[in-house]
């Protein structure tokens, strides 16, 4: 009789420790989906505000000196970062002459990319750019089947078939169409997909040069927005804004200075948020929402800039982005 106490009482106690422990990875992974959605959402609105304060700058203020603020945000962002190194937030890899020499090429990639999508910006909608940005994913599937022989399947290429149909069907149905912003924006194309193509090689050669061998993804964020501030400066004289810098009213402005200087916290937020989002969730998870991001970027930049279409435009933008989607998708699998 008291065996079969004791057995009961055995068996009560190993109940509860298995109830106990099932709670706890309840739990566990009830603050992981909730860490993974938070970090989701910041960086959905970091990457959608950054676009559409950018968009504002150009449109609204008619701010016409794109670089100049390209230059403003990455030195708004390098002087966050070297504070949080100082703090000992953070740990970065000393930014020598060697690890220079081997990430200026892709820097100079980086650069253009940049200046060139506020160029684009400046004359077209945030809808329309956010569709022939899809044209950059056929440029590096190109890039990746001759460079580095990846082979992809017949999805991978429809969806990529897709995007080049709504593209051109969005360029002909494009009310406030802009040979210039179209321009711009083939030409950022490339760049883009020049820049994800070199930045594999670049960042293998880079681990070489540097002290711990290794190269993280702040490090990199650093060194893009250090090295760009030098070529920046040079551009601004080159396309004459600095001429325009001097007369134009909008620099006694505060609450200016005030958004230009949030939009340097918000690209910063982009590369801190994305990298929270992969960490916490996955390759996969992270490109189908960057897809799906695209769809209230375009809608809330067709409303809040009160952008005139048409309805074949709409569904061209419309396919453009459920292209992406299928794109994000057969490229995961």
């Not at 422990?21 to 950054?50: D, E, H, P, T």
């Not at 609450?255 to 801190?272: H, V």
Request: proline fraction near 2%; charged fraction near 10%.
């Amino acid at each position: 009789m008291m065996t079969a106490n004791i057995n009961d009482k055995v068996d009560l106690e190993h109940g509860n420790s298995v109830r106990d422990k099932g709670k706890a990875i309840r739990s566990r992974r009830g603050k992981l989906g909730n860490v993974a959605f938070v970090s989701g959402v910041s960086y959905c609105f970091a990457s959608c505000a950054m676009i559409l304060v950018n968009k504002y700058f150009l449109s609204s203020y008619n701010f016409t000196a794109g670089i100049s603020l390209m230059l403003y945000q990455n030195f708004v962002a390098v002087t966050v970062i070297s504070i949080m190194r100082l703090s000992g937030v953070i740990t970065l890899e000393p930014l020598t002459w060697r690890l220079t020499k081997v990430w200026l090429p892709v820097n100079f990639i980086f650069v253009g990319m940049l200046f060139t999508s506020m160029y684009s910006l400046k004359y077209m909608n945030v809808a329309m750019v956010t569709v022939l940005k899809n044209a950059t994913n056929v440029l590096t599937a190109l890039g990746e089947m001759y460079l580095f022989k990846k082979r992809h399947d017949y999805k991978v290429w429809g969806s990529l078939f897709l995007m080049i149909i709504s593209a051109i069907a969005g360029g002909f149905t494009d009310v406030q169409f802009h040979a210039i912003g179209y321009s711009w924006q083939i030409i950022n194309c490339f760049l883009t997909a020049s820049y994800s193509l070199t930045l594999r090689r670049v960042m293998d050669t880079a681990k070489l040069v540097t002290k711990s061998g290794e190269l993280n993804e702040i490090s990199m964020v650093f060194m893009n927005n250090s090295l760009s501030i030098p070529l920046g400066i040079i551009l601004i004289f080159l396309f004459d804004e600095f001429n325009y810098l001097l007369q134009t009213p909008l620099l006694r402005v505060p609450s200016f200075w005030i958004l230009m200087t949030l939009s340097g916290f918000l690209g910063l937020a982009i590369s801190f948020t994305s990298m929270w989002f992969l960490h916490q969730t996955g390759a996969t998870t992270y490109s189908l929402v960057g897809s799906l991001n695209k769809i209230p970027l375009s809608i809330a930049g067709i409303l809040l800039f009160s952008v005139p279409t048409s309805v074949e435009n709409l569904l061209s933008i419309f396919f453009g982005l459920l292209a992406g989607v299928l794109f994000a998708r057969a490229k995961t699998r």
